[in-house]
């Protein structure tokens, strides 16, 4: 009997690395119109910001449906394992819900849990789940684990543009221009499962400045847990030179710091530009 990982595709694990750690990822869904792609399956991470810096329309994007978790819970079940299903934030995402609603009957074999964080945080939250896995623990220990860990994960990050907060009508078109103008990078934050900004810094550099500073402050990095830098778009250069600007904050070889590319889920909302660290905090 194995106990398997599952989560959605918001947590930003590309194929090959999911084949890598045993983990199985369902595919949220983007439509560019009336094209629906499966994220990670038919478009890249690379391919999805292409189009979306092509696109005139925002893209939008669904939650994983009950009856996909079901398949897979019924999957489990018949091969005698055990699984986590660890899922979006359920104040930003529908996935939560679907995971629970398909657990009618598989309550023996699979426990759900709401990692309240996005991307690259839901990411770090996986790998922990795989390292308890591999260490032997059972799925009701990895959850509980999960469970009591996950309060501890710090993501923050910095956005390049407000363009497309304003695409997605989270923003006015006014607060958008301004921004523009006045170079305005805001840093935001992942709190109880929903988004807060934390500041807003005038251009790149100050930009930068404040992020170290939100991460120095947000109670010291744990190197002994997973940690993940991520970046939007198709280039990571605004990425590499925060960490060359932040080296100091980081205790391992730049080469070893784990990177991620983020996805549609999320990147919809920020666009292309934005840089974040994932992180489990010192209690």
Not at 70 to 85: F, L, P, Q, R
Not at 230 to 243: T, W
Request: some cysteine.
């Amino acid at each position: 009997m194995a106990v398997r990982i599952i989560s959605d595709s918001g947590c930003d694990i590309v194929p090959e690395l999911a084949q890598k750690w045993n983990v199985e990822i369902l595919p949220i869904k983007t439509m560019f119109g009336d094209e629906e792609f499966l994220d990670g399956v038919t478009m890249s991470h690379d391919q999805f910001f292409e189009k979306l810096i092509e696109s005139e329309k925002m893209p939008t994007t669904s939650q994983v449906p009950p009856f996909e978790y079901e398949a897979k819970y019924e999957e489990i079940k018949e091969a005698g394992d055990t699984a986590v299903c660890i899922t979006l934030s359920s104040k930003l995402s529908g996935c939560y819900q679907s995971a629970n609603i398909a657990l009618e009957d598989y309550e023996d074999c699979i426990t759900v849990v709401d990692s309240n964080n996005v991307c690259i945080g839901q990411r770090i939250l996986v790998e922990m789940a795989v390292r308890l896995r591999d260490e032997g623990k059972s799925a009701p220990e990895i959850a509980e684990i999960l469970n009591r860990e996950k309060n501890n994960i710090k993501l923050i990050a910095l956005l390049d543009t407000l363009e497309y907060l304003k695409k997605g009508g989270r923003i006015s078109a006014a607060v958008a221009m301004a921004g523009s103008l006045l170079s305005i990078k805001p840093v935001i934050a992942i709190e109880d499962g929903e988004v807060v900004v934390l500041g807003k810094a005038r251009g790149s550099k100050n930009g930068n400045n404040m992020l170290k500073e939100m991460v120095k402050n947000a109670g010291g990095i744990r190197f002994s847990d997973p940690i993940c830098l991520g970046y939007s778009g198709l280039s990571d250069a605004l990425l590499q030179k925060y960490i060359e600007d932040s080296k100091e904050l980081y205790d391992m070889p730049k080469e070893e710091l784990p990177i991620s590319s983020i996805g549609c889920a999320i990147g919809t909302h920020v666009g292309p530009g934005a840089i974040a660290v994932a992180f489990f905090a010192k209690q």
